[in-house]
């Protein structure tokens, strides 16, 4: 048995070894989420004109310094500029009315004063202008390339595309990007007493499968593309032609639930010695979840991978969360979120020595305070109703058997 640590180690370690460099492309709509396959470049500086920030008057600095006594020197506007109009180069006036957004007229404007730092008279059609203050050169003016310049990195690879990263996509004219395909996940359920989670009418002793449908779910996302494979029921053989069937059409981590422990039906572990699989670890020192075990083969020249978790539902929800999940980020290039710090409402019991996952209610704390959690009672390794009431799960250490009310926990929201 190791510990949860090296556990973790050996995952990273596989998921660096593991070439996923496929590429594919998808319209930026559709990106966000998915991780970049290569650098996205500038192909138009942004902006790509000269315009106003400023709802204001463009001014010839080098005319208005020439003027004695400026401040009490009054400008006829004659010209107004706003944002969607044609660059001008006629403008002879020395002072115009500017929009926000709209074009710098060429021919020496090189400032914008800010409309509340003029006085505005207006009479018969005629708009005169006064400063209370100097302007002062390029003040209010959005340059060209000043956000972005032709050729620079807008998009490093590697990125997770967010919503925000659209912003710069679409200002650029970008209507596609590549990005790393999605890894191909099987699920497999093993156990002669599941049925499927729809069954209307139970016989005694069979079981709904609530663990298929629940990493169906999670497994569909940016990162994944899942396929559900059903149940094996406890048959050796059928469990290895499902899992060679699954590596035929390309899938590339197959989960299985189910069959990881110690008893007379327990075969994952033989059965995928028997495919030639190199067992990286089988057992881990935690609570719940200690059989889980991971394993890599090698087919048609790529590595695949086969993570085997105890069949119980919140073992399965324990493995996914915290063993699954890191190595699908890590297989990307990305770090899973971290966790925030929260104080234990109440005196934890544990075993010593296990390094153990509850799950909890987090209350985030106000004006920077730090934030509470309170493990939920009583969640035994079999029981879903618990799960109405969590929203996080408590990580707490392997060392001490009571770990007191108020400590500092590690605490991942759901």
């Not at 929800?317 to 980020?329: C, D, H, L, S, T």
Request: glycine fraction near 8%.
């Amino acid at each position: 048995m190791i510990s949860y640590e090296q556990s973790q180690q050996l995952l990273r370690d596989a998921a660096n070894v593991y070439s996923h460099c496929e590429v594919e492309v998808v319209d930026i709509a559709d990106s966000v989420g998915r991780v970049v396959a290569q650098d996205v470049v500038c192909r138009e500086s942004v902006p790509h004109f000269d315009n106003s920030a400023m709802d204001g008057f463009a001014v010839k600095l080098s005319v208005i310094h020439g003027i004695p006594e400026v401040l009490n020197h009054w400008f006829q506007v004659n010209e107004l500029v706003a944002a969607g109009d044609p660059l001008r180069d006629e403008i002879t006036d020395d002072v115009v009315e500017i929009m926000t957004g709209a074009p710098l007229p060429s021919g020496h404007f090189n400032s914008v004063i800010r409309i509340e730092d003029v006085d505005v008279i207006v009479s018969e059609k005629v708009k005169m202008i006064r400063f209370k203050r100097m302007p002062r050169a390029n003040e209010n003016i959005r340059r060209v390339g000043e956000d972005s310049i032709v050729g620079s990195t807008i998009l490093e690879e590697g990125t997770q595309i967010s919503a925000q990263h659209l912003l710069i996509l679409a200002s650029q004219g970008i209507t596609d990007v590549k990005v790393k395909r999605k890894l191909k996940v099987g699920i497999l359920s093993t156990g002669k007493e599941l049925v499927n989670h729809d069954c209307l009418q139970l016989q005694h002793g069979q079981i709904r499968n609530s663990t298929g449908l629940f990493l169906k779910h999670e497994l569909s996302s940016e990162f994944t593309e899942v396929s559900f494979c059903g149940h094996v029921g406890d048959d050796p053989g059928k469990f290895i032609n499902q899992m060679e069937a699954l590596f035929d059409i390309g899938v590339e981590v197959i989960i299985s639930t189910g069959a990881v422990s110690v008893g007379v039906f327990d075969f994952v572990r033989s059965s995928l010695e028997q495919m030639g699989a190199k067992i990286h670890f089988h057992k881990c020192a935690i609570r719940p979840g200690k059989p889980i075990l991971f394993a890599s083969l090698m087919v048609c020249g790529r590595w695949r991978f086969v993570f085997g978790m105890p069949g119980n539902p919140v073992s399965s929800v324990v493995g996914y969360n915290f063993f699954v999940k890191p190595f699908i980020y890590w297989i990307f290039g990305l770090e899973r979120p971290r966790p925030v710090r929260a104080q234990l409402s109440a005196d934890v019991k544990k075993p010593d020595g296990l390094k153990c996952f509850m799950g909890a209610r987090y209350e985030k704390g106000e004006n920077d305070n730090i934030g509470r959690v309170e493990p939920i009672k009583g969640h035994a390794s079999f029981m879903v109703s618990p799960f109405k009431n969590l929203n996080a799960w408590i990580v707490l250490s392997e060392m001490n058997p009571v770990v007191k009310a108020l400590t500092e926990v590690e605490v991942y929201q759901l």
